[in-house]
């Protein structure tokens, strides 16, 4: 008799979560979904057969979070935030969480454990870059043979990127291009990524082997800067907006003065994390292509979620 596959996924419910979920589920894992609200988890049931997705309560909590991945022979943490709304709310959060995660991991057994990181986090000077960092080396200290996936910007059908410039520029006259939108971007399709953990999750134990205590920067096939990012935003949505460059001195002040909002816009970290390029090394790292992955571009894919705002579209449908 074959033993059930038991997947334990922190972070179920956000943007590249759920992805990973639906592949998991397909390949027949029993799915625990952990999360500190397990009833928002319930929209993931419909990506298994019934009771094969099970929203999970974890509070983050040692205790629970030993409970939540005993008995599984793979876990995934994809938990992050982009800002801070309580103080050492990064370190909370990218750097204690997955200590203790990875902690719990080893204690019970668990065989595989994939963390979702960030892309250029040993570069950025942000406080954003350093916990991720400073989480990646608590992870392989306490798990050693944990795989570490780095993606830049992330891009899909509910991205809180695109969708987010989009809507600011179809209501704003202008939308600015912080220190004159020169930073250089990979952005990966987020179905690329549950691939990559999926072929990792699925991989035989001689190929996991190669895999073990490695980390994959994962960026799709289209290196672009903020200002190209904005041609695609006027190109795939229909919308049109002045550029606005901004010195990194007037980024930095805005940025403060939109940080107090309850949901910012735009952070000072986030300033700081845009003067490095979030690209995929030149050589030297395991990418999509390890694991034969072909990554997925953003003209194939943009457009399907974009047009929504399309001046066009909204004026037939007032009609």
Same mark, same amino acid.
């Given at each position: 008799?074959?033993?059930?596959?038991?997947?334990?996924?922190?972070?179920?419910?956000?943007?590249?979560?759920?992805?990973?979920?639906?592949?998991? @589920? +397909?390949?027949? #894992?029993?799915?625990?979904?952990?999360?500190?609200? *397990?009833? +928002?988890?319930?929209?993931?049931? *419909?990506?298994?057969?019934?009771?094969?997705?099970?929203?999970? *309560?974890?509070?983050?909590?040692?205790?629970?979070?030993?409970?939540?991945?005993?008995?599984?022979?793979?876990?995934?943490?994809?938990?992050?935030?982009?800002?801070?709304? +309580?103080?050492?709310?990064?370190?909370?959060?990218?750097?204690?969480?997955?200590?203790?995660?990875?902690?719990?991991?080893?204690?019970?057994?668990?065989?595989?454990?994939?963390?979702? !990181?960030?892309?250029?986090?040993?570069?950025?000077?942000?406080?954003?870059?350093?916990?991720? /960092?400073?989480?990646?080396?608590? /992870?392989?200290?306490?798990?050693?043979?944990?795989?570490?996936?780095? *993606?830049?910007?992330?891009?899909?059908?509910?991205?809180?990127?695109?969708?987010?410039?989009?809507?600011?520029?179809?209501?704003?006259?202008?939308?600015?291009?912080?220190?004159?939108?020169?930073?250089?971007?990979?952005?990966?399709?987020?179905?690329?990524?549950?691939?990559?953990?999926?072929?990792? !999750?699925? !991989?035989?134990?001689?190929?996991?082997?190669?895999?073990?205590?490695?980390?994959?920067?994962?960026?799709?096939?289209?290196?672009?800067?903020?200002?190209?990012? #904005?041609?695609?935003?006027?190109?795939?949505?229909?919308?049109?907006?002045?550029?606005?460059?901004?010195?990194?001195?007037?980024?930095?002040?805005?940025? @403060?003065?939109?940080?107090?909002?309850?949901?910012?816009?735009?952070?000072?970290?986030?300033?700081?994390?845009?003067?490095?390029?979030?690209?995929?090394?030149?050589?030297?790292?395991?990418?999509? !292509?390890?694991?034969?992955?072909?990554?997925?571009?953003?003209?194939?894919?943009?457009?399907?979620?974009?047009?929504?705002?399309?001046?066009?579209?909204?004026?037939?449908?007032?009609?």
């Amino acid at each position: 008799m074959t033993q059930q596959k038991i997947a334990t996924i922190f972070g179920a419910t956000g943007f590249i979560g759920r992805y990973i979920t639906q592949d998991l @589920a +397909k390949q027949g #894992y029993i799915i625990r979904a952990a999360s500190r609200t *397990p009833n +928002k988890a319930f929209f993931l049931k *419909p990506y298994g057969n019934v009771g094969q997705v099970v929203p999970f *309560p974890c509070d983050g909590s040692k205790k629970d979070i030993e409970k939540a991945v005993n008995g599984a022979s793979l876990v995934v943490n994809c938990v992050g935030i982009l800002f801070e709304k +309580k103080k050492d709310q990064f370190k909370k959060i990218h750097t204690d969480l997955i200590n203790d995660i990875a902690k719990a991991s080893a204690k019970c057994g668990v065989n595989r454990l994939i963390h979702i !990181s960030a892309l250029g986090c040993d570069t950025a000077t942000s406080k954003y870059a350093a916990s991720k /960092l400073a989480g990646e080396k608590k /992870l392989l200290k306490a798990f050693p043979e944990a795989v570490i996936l780095r *993606p830049s910007v992330v891009f899909g059908r509910e991205d809180n990127f695109f969708n987010m410039f989009a809507r600011m520029g179809r209501i704003l006259p202008a939308l600015p291009l912080i220190g004159g939108g020169h930073t250089k971007f990979q952005p990966v399709y987020v179905a690329d990524i549950a691939d990559a953990a999926l072929k990792i !999750s699925e !991989s035989t134990p001689d190929a996991f082997k190669k895999f073990q205590g490695k980390t994959f920067e994962l960026g799709g096939p289209d290196v672009v800067t903020f200002k190209d990012i #904005y041609a695609k935003l006027k190109q795939h949505a229909g919308i049109n907006f002045i550029e606005l460059p901004l010195p990194w001195c007037v980024a930095k002040i805005e940025a @403060a003065i939109l940080g107090l909002l309850p949901k910012p816009l735009l952070t000072t970290d986030q300033v700081e994390s845009l003067k490095t390029d979030n690209v995929v090394a030149a050589k030297g790292v395991k990418t999509f !292509s390890t694991l034969g992955i072909q990554a997925t571009s953003m003209d194939a894919v943009l457009p399907s979620y974009l047009k929504q705002y399309s001046y066009k579209k909204n004026k037939v449908d007032a009609a």
